[in-house]
């Protein structure tokens, strides 16, 4: 009996140990996680901002100080010193999410999560991520001072890292069981590719190419016209491109590859999207030129962004910076402002790949060229790792094969993609965090490769200018927008459009520039473009605004980014309640008809008109593209502004047909039938959740970045706006930073981001911006002209170097 | 009476002394070796140990949140899931302690009456 007891509370004892020591499934191992000296408790603590740090390496003192909002503002003696504090402070701040970024980005999120990541992992190696970053980094590595600081700012992440106790990781590595690994360059230019995927990584070729197949070119082209029937595009139309001497690739004779495909990989969220503006000194009440830029991305916790001042005696720049990457991203210095948008082309091609009996070679011009294989080890959490073994062409690599989302066993399709250029975009920041002037803009941006950038630009000494930067194959009319003959040279990229001749605008007559990732360029612009899922509306609202009159003011670019008008509503919806059968409407159905008609196409937060154009657009949308509904055939829809153009100029045309009922329904029936699918929807909708006021039905929240964590998450945020309009929030992604700088001496700037500076969720700081963000407010951005604290700073750390 | 008491401080004052040298586990070490050298008898050989780390526990993670307007507890609290309350949350780490903390010292109670057998 004493054995028993003795052997039982022995295995009792080592059970409970396994028990609260081992993470089973998504539960944290639940001992280590809660103990108080260890576990979250030691995380329920607020930043410090105070003291003094010894930093390895450093060959000066670096002031930090603190405002309010902590930002950091960073004083160092020299650019090494300024960017190891950079990584230092920005691993302080955020070292789950910069480093889970580079995860996902490698695709090594099985390492953490397990084997459900696996598929996940496999999409992203198979897309090239990881031999895209390893092309970044050679490309970089050629530039000495580049580098350099890249491992200053390597070494300053991992000063933190170091200093670490177990205890203090943040909450997410105990939730999770994990803990941080070393960072290097090789981890910067990751993150360089996840936004190069986040913002370039999305194409319709094969798409595209079962649409064509399915439908024929004659109705293709008038799903999927090149331009639409307006444009209204970045650079003004009136541009004049006769100093482009290098003319457009000719058309070789090229035979489609009318291939049908499945099943594509996951694209970007097609809705990221920008908006950034400038106006000239003399259209600005003030006389100083204003620029404003809104990233709108996915709207996490913690959020993409993290602020910071930057400065050594020689710059001083100040602005959103991305954790992981090195410099001010969308920001100013004492010279000039500048930001982003997303400049959408196509810059992916797909090829189809015809192997020899064994895949060792593929068929290139009627003879046999060696394939590269590349073994990617995607090791697993409790697992053995998984090798995936992808063959590499001249074009890239084969993503689409017999092992994956393909049945063929001799062919393949490859991807070729501007992501995989090497480039050493890293410079482009750290010479625009430097720039005095327009010459210097113009000089940084030549090194930006991808995702291709409209750049806008405005300078204390009054230059105003845009360029849309990237490296962009010198593309054959047509070429690219379906899947290509990969055996066939001329079907290659054949050359660059050289970069002079990229799209750009200074000074232009009307006094402002502009984008909002619609067309770059009008149809007289010498090179290929064709329509890449461009914006028709955020850039009309904004353009029309800034011709409607004289002079503009710092708060009229704030009610610009906050405006909230639905052109897109306000060109389909008067004309769809006008031509309605309205006759045989149930009570419920005139009530809602009577609320749609008084509304006025602002998505303000209260008004229940937009809740029911959104209900009522995407069930009509589905009903009239439900010939692309498509069983095993990866199909896009076509375009809303297409989609609307058809419906008021061609509503009696085949593609209105319901295929599924025997009647031949019109555009006119469509409206009718999706209005009382709509106004159930709404019913059920307001039974289940209540009144469908647009804050309500819309109901925006910033997910926590991993699997959006409900714990760590806000929802409910109370904002208007909306898809296609220019305050862009809609329910997760939307204006992922706003930033006005005035170009006063120095500069005067604004900005305020849908997060906070702490990425601990038990910091206070963590989602403190929220709240001032949905109200459309914004922060004065504490510009220190030299290390002496201002009544702005809250607290001062001194990192010292270690002897 | 006296024994319960005297093991009850010895587990404490263990526990925190080892939490500076060993993870979580400290607390299973510490109820063992008070088990050993603070024998106690039937239902207390499992309730003192427990009963003291659970307090430990509780009042250590509470001076932690307590500090910090329990911001990340009611976030825990959410993950859980236990209401969101940071209060239930202290318990539930309290009663993982204690109960890892009083098994150890049931096994140490056996340990101790094997070796005296010997």
Do not use: C
Not at chain 1, 11 to 26: C, M, Y
Not at chain 1, 75 to 91: C, E, H, S, V
Not at chain 1, 320 to 341: C, D, K
């Amino acid at each position: 009996m004493k054995y028993f007891k003795f052997v039982l509370s022995f295995v009792l004892t080592i059970g409970i140990f396994f028990a609260l020591n081992t993470k089973f499934g998504s539960i944290p191992p639940i001992g280590k996680f809660l103990n108080p000296y260890s576990g979250v408790w030691q995380n329920e603590t607020n930043e410090s901002t105070t003291g003094e740090i010894t930093i390895l390496g450093l060959t000066d003192k670096v002031t930090v100080h603190y405002d309010a909002q902590l930002i950091p503002h960073v004083f160092a003696q020299n650019d090494l010193d300024l960017y190891r504090a950079q990584g230092y402070l920005t691993a302080k701040h955020r070292l789950w999410q910069m480093e889970f970024q580079t995860y996902a980005s490698a695709g090594r999120l099985s390492e953490i999560i397990g084997e459900g990541a696996l598929n996940y992992d496999r999409q992203e190696r198979r897309r090239g991520m990881v031999f895209g970053a390893e092309q970044t980094i050679k490309k970089m590595s050629e530039d000495v001072k580049t580098m350099a600081i890249a491992e200053a700012y390597a070494d300053g992440v991992n000063s933190y890292i170091n200093q670490l106790d177990p205890k203090d990781y943040p909450v997410e590595y105990k939730l999770l069981d994990y803990k941080p690994e070393a960072w290097s360059p090789n981890k910067t230019a990751l993150l360089l590719m996840y936004m190069t995927k986040m913002l370039a990584g999305g194409d319709e070729d094969i798409e595209n190419t079962n649409a064509l197949r399915l439908f024929g070119k004659e109705r293709f082209d008038l799903l999927f016209p090149d331009f639409f029937d307006i444009t209204d595009p970045i650079i003004p139309k009136e541009t004049d491109w006769s100093f482009v001497d290098v003319p457009q690739t000719p058309t070789p004779i090229s035979y489609i590859v009318l291939d049908s495909i499945a099943e594509t990989i996951d694209k970007p969220d097609p809705n990221y999207g920008s908006n950034n503006w400038a106006i000239s000194g003399e259209k600005s009440t003030s006389g100083h030129p204003i620029l404003a830029n809104d990233p709108h991305l996915g709207l996490n916790l913690p959020s993409i962004w993290f602020v910071m001042q930057l400065s050594t005696p020689t710059h001083n720049a100040f602005g959103a910076t991305l954790p992981g990457a090195l410099a001010v991203i969308s920001g100013f210095n004492q010279y000039i402002a500048w930001g982003e948008t997303n400049a959408t082309r196509d810059v992916i091609d797909w090829y189809k790949i015809e192997f020899n009996a064994d895949r060792t070679k593929y068929k290139y011009n009627n003879q046999w060229k060696d394939v590269t294989i590349r073994v990617e080890d995607i090791k697993i959490k409790g697992k053995v790792s998984y090798k995936d073994s992808v063959l590499y062409t001249h074009h890239g690599p084969v993503v689409y094969d017999k092992n994956f989302k393909s049945d063929k066993e001799l062919a393949g399709y490859a991807m070729q993609w501007a992501g995989h250029i090497p480039g050493n975009g890293q410079k482009t920041f750290l010479e625009l965090n430097k720039a005095k002037n327009y010459d210097d803009y113009a000089n940084a941006l030549k090194y930006w490769v991808a995702p291709a950038q409209n750049f806008v630009f405005a300078s204390t000494e009054g230059d105003i200018a845009l360029w849309i930067q990237g490296m962009f194959p010198n593309k054959w009319e047509g070429q690219g927008k379906f899947v290509m003959d990969g055996s066939k040279s001329e079907n290659d990229w054949q050359s660059f459009i050289p970069q002079p001749f990229n799209a750009h605008t200074k000074n232009p007559e009307r006094g402002f520039v502009s984008s909002a990732n619609q067309h770059p360029v009008d149809e007289a612009y010498p090179y290929f473009v064709f329509n890449d899922g461009y914006e028709t509306y955020r850039n009309r609202v904004i353009n029309d605004f800034f011709n409607s009159k004289e002079k503009f003011s710092i708060q009229d670019f704030k009610d610009l980014q906050n405006n909230n008008y639905n052109l897109k509503a306000a060109e389909l919806m008067p004309f769809m309640l006008e031509v309605m059968d309205t006759s045989k409407f149930t009570l419920e159905e005139k009530e809602i008809y009577n609320l749609a008609k008084a509304w006025q196409y602002n998505n303000d937060m209260t008004e229940v008109g937009p809740s029911i154009w959104s209900a009522w657009w995407t069930i009509l949308y589905d009903m009239v593209w439900d010939e692309f509904n498509v069983e095993n055939t990866a199909m896009d829809s076509p375009f809303t502004y297409q989609t609307i153009y058809l419906l008021k100029t061609k509503g009696d045309d085949a593609f209105m047909d319901i295929m599924d009922t025997p009647e031949t329904e019109t555009a006119k029936d469509l409206f009718r039938l999706s209005f009382s699918k709509a106004v159930l929807r709404l019913s059920e909708w307001k039974a289940e959740n209540g009144d469908f006021n647009w804050v309500n039905y819309k109901g925006t929240f910033a997910g926590h970045l991993l699997q959006g964590l409900p714990a760590f998450s806000r929802f409910d945020i109370p904002i208007g706006g909306g898809k296609n309009i220019v305050n862009a929030t809609s329910e997760n992604w939307g204006p992922s930073w706003r930033m006005i700088v005035e170009m006063t001496s120095p500069p005067t700037g604004l900005g305020i981001y849908p997060g906070g500076q702490s990425g601990n969720p038990g910091s206070k700081y963590y989602d403190n911006f929220i709240d001032d963000w949905a109200a459309g407010k914004y922060h004065t951005l504490n510009f220190l002209q030299s290390s002496e604290a201002t009544n702005a700073i809250i607290g001062t750390q001194i990192l010292i170097p270690s002897n | 009476m006296k024994a319960n008491t005297t093991n009850f401080i010895v587990t404490i004052v263990l526990a925190i002394i080892l939490s500076l040298f060993l993870p979580w586990w400290s607390v299973m070490v510490a109820a063992l070796a008070s088990a050993i050298f603070v024998p106690l008898k039937r239902a207390a050989v499992f309730f003192a140990p427990f009963l003291a780390i659970l307090l430990f526990w509780v009042v250590y993670s509470f001076i932690l949140s307590s500090g910090n307007d329990y911001t990340l507890a009611k976030r825990i609290a959410i993950l859980l899931p236990l209401g969101g309350n940071p209060y239930v949350l202290m318990l539930v780490t309290g009663l993982v302690g204690g109960l890892a903390a009083g098994i150890s010292a049931v096994f140490g109670k056996q340990l101790s009456l094997m070796l005296k057998k010997q």
